[in-house]
């Protein structure tokens, strides 16, 4: 898991976590070790001087730096001090302020910089451990990134961002030759900011973000530069990353200009979870936010303010990122549970009440077997497609574990299985779906009733589901057996359809 940008830049200099020191631990120890580090991970880390007083060696002038293919970060820090306290540990104390400059090109060519200032106060950084295996316990009371320049072609941009960590606490290290890598982390609160205001280009929008009470952990290896360039590579050599992050409340907020006013849109959970993990076999990742609020505010449209709750939402996504020649697991899913809407949008639905106002839900979740015939996170592969022209991968299994949907009283549920043959183009599938709809014929009675729903768009619609459907069991209750043949027919309860 990636950490936020803020910890991640910091991060940079805090390279170690182990078990107990077994021989106290030097000032000259420390710094070798993050700059190893910084070389083994394909950075640079130098210094102006070095020297030793007493118990404290400072270094000054110290410049950190790493690049990639058209972008190069530098990041400068005036001093740190490296205090041996006699139980075999090292307190570090790092300059308030560390400037950052990032240096790219933009499709066109033009430089591209972004000039930021990461400063940090009531700081507080002990390390412990021993060479090879160090343990960083830090605390600091607050620390901010503030965007101070970003120009495009040696011209400003309208662009200004801020974020702020309060309360941050945590572990991170790194141990052996592979470059196992660890961060446990606490922070009380985060706030982030950006305003975007570019006239020529029409843009000028507000967005902001808060959350409380995070809490982190992060467990993976970093490669060598020469992998770290082709992550396919580095993924195939065992590089991996995995983690897991909660938070308490969070709010977002976007308001932008539109032709007639200001469109804004507010959200807010009070709480949510984000796990994932990323290595040879693929990703999976999953997230869900439980209570959570949404307002969307259109001037102009011919809609009142949308105002919508939802219990929990959730999601999660699993697929392969290399190529292989056998199928690999892949899976999908989304949940919106117990969703309502305002009373403001019912009354122009619904003024006189005729539909239930139940909580609306919707979960899909499906999984299955598929392949890349390429590494899909190659940075040529676009280019690739494009000369080519070929599918890149195939989707060999595919089935569908739960599906639900109900609102205004009725529900459909479902579940299914498909085979899909790749040798023909496009690929053809074959398998069942078994569908139960229930209060559907209640629902389109009182759609008619209250004006939404045609006579005869009704009837049209009873048909249909006579055509693919046939009474339940029980009342108000429809069932129906859908079948795809290989040939390329359809079925419905063994009556066929195409």
Same mark, same amino acid.
């Given at each position: 898991?990636h ?17 107990p020191?077994f021989a106290?631990l ?22 102006e001087?070095?020297v030793m007083?007493? %118990? ?6 110290v ?6 293919p058209?972008v190069?970060v530098?990041?400068?820090v ?8 006699? +139980?075999? @540990?090292?307190?570090?104390? $790092? ?9 790219g090109e933009d499709?066109?060519? #033009? +430089?591209?910089s972004?000039?930021l200032?990461?400063?940090h ?10 060479p090879?295996a ?7 009371g ?9 120009t ?10 801020s974020?702020?960590l309060?309360?941050? @606490?945590? $572990?991170y290290?790194?141990?052996?030759? #592979? ?12 706030a982030f ?9 029409d843009?000028?929008?507000?967005m @902001?973000m ?10 993976g ?6 992998s770290?360039?082709?992550l396919?590579v580095?993924?195939?050599n ?18 932008s200009?539109?032709?007639?006013g200001? #469109? ?5 959970a ?12 693929g ?5 869900t ?5 949404l307002?969307?505010i259109?001037?102009?449209?011919m809609?009142?303010?949308i105002?919508l ?16 020649d ?13 969703v309502?809407?305002? +009373?403001t949008?019912?009354?122009m ?14 979960i899909?979740?499906?999984s ?6 390429v +590494? ?8 690739? &497609?494009d000369e080519?022209?070929?599918?890149p991968?195939e989707?060999?299994?595919?089935t569908i574990d ?19 043959? %790749?040798?023909?183009?496009p ?8 569908l ?5 014929n209640?629902?389109?009675d009182?759609?008619v009733? &209250?004006?939404?729903?045609?006579e005869?768009q ?7 589901l006579?055509?693919f ?5 029980g ?9 795809l043949?290989?040939d ?6 063994g009556?066929?359809?195409?």
């Amino acid at each position: 898991m990636h950490k936020p940008a803020l910890v991640s830049t910091v991060a940079l200099m805090i390279p170690a976590f182990a078990p107990p020191a077994f021989a106290d631990l030097t000032a000259a120890d420390v710094w070798a070790e993050w700059k190893n580090f910084a070389t083994y991970s394909g950075q640079t880390m130098e210094s102006e001087s070095e020297v030793m007083s007493g %118990n404290t060696l400072s270094v000054t002038g110290v410049t950190i730096g790493s690049s990639a293919p058209d972008v190069e970060v530098t990041g400068t820090v005036a001093r740190i001090d490296f205090t041996e306290q006699g +139980d075999g @540990t090292v307190a570090v104390a $790092i300059s308030p302020e560390i400037p950052m400059e990032i240096r790219g090109e933009d499709s066109d060519g #033009a +430089d591209i910089s972004t000039k930021l200032n990461i400063s940090h106060s009531g700081g507080s950084i002990i390390v412990s451990g021993q060479p090879r295996a160090l343990r960083h316990d830090y605390e600091f009371g607050r620390m901010d990134m503030d965007l101070v320049e970003l120009t495009e072609g040696g011209n400003p941009v309208g662009v200004d961002f801020s974020m702020a960590l309060q309360q941050l @606490t945590g $572990i991170y290290g790194f141990s052996g030759n #592979a470059a196992v890598i660890r961060n446990d982390s606490n922070i009380g609160a985060l706030a982030f900011r950006m305003d975007v205001d570019i006239p020529e280009d029409d843009a000028d929008f507000e967005m @902001t973000m808060t959350m409380t009470d995070i809490v982190s952990t992060s467990t993976g290896t970093i490669s060598a530069l020469d992998s770290q360039q082709n992550l396919a590579v580095a993924l195939r050599n065992g590089q991996f990353t995995e983690g897991s992050l909660r938070h308490g409340a969070a709010t977002f907020k976007i308001d932008s200009a539109v032709p007639d006013g200001r #469109a804004v849109i507010e959200s807010s959970a009070e709480s949510g979870t984000l796990s994932g993990e990323m290595n040879g076999d693929g990703i999976n990742y999953e997230g869900t936010n439980s209570g959570v609020d949404l307002s969307v505010i259109i001037p102009g449209a011919m809609i009142p303010p949308i105002e919508l709750e939802a219990e929990e939402m959730s999601g999660e996504i699993r697929m392969p990122l290399l190529s292989d020649d056998e199928a690999q697991p892949i899976g999908l899913s989304t949940r919106l549970e117990g969703v309502t809407v305002s +009373d403001t949008v019912w009354s122009m639905i619904d003024p006189m009440q005729g539909l239930p106002r139940t909580p609306a839900n919707l979960i899909v979740e499906m999984s299955g077997l598929g392949r890349w015939f390429v +590494d899909i996170i190659d940075p040529n592969l676009a280019e690739d &497609i494009d000369e080519t022209m070929e599918v890149p991968g195939e989707v060999e299994e595919l089935t569908i574990d739960k599906l639900t949907v109900s609102v205004a009283g009725a529900e459909l549920t479902g579940t299914g299985a498909f085979e899909f043959d %790749n040798s023909a183009v496009p690929p053809v599938p074959s398998g069942t779906v078994d569908l139960n709809l229930t209060g559907a014929n209640t629902l389109i009675d009182s759609l008619v009733n &209250i004006g939404l729903l045609p006579e005869d768009q009704a009837m049209g619609a009873r048909m249909m589901l006579g055509l693919f459907a046939r009474p339940g069991s029980g009342t108000d209750t429809l069932t129906s057996k859908i079948e795809l043949g290989a040939d390329g027919s359809v079925t419905a309860n063994g009556q066929r359809i195409r």
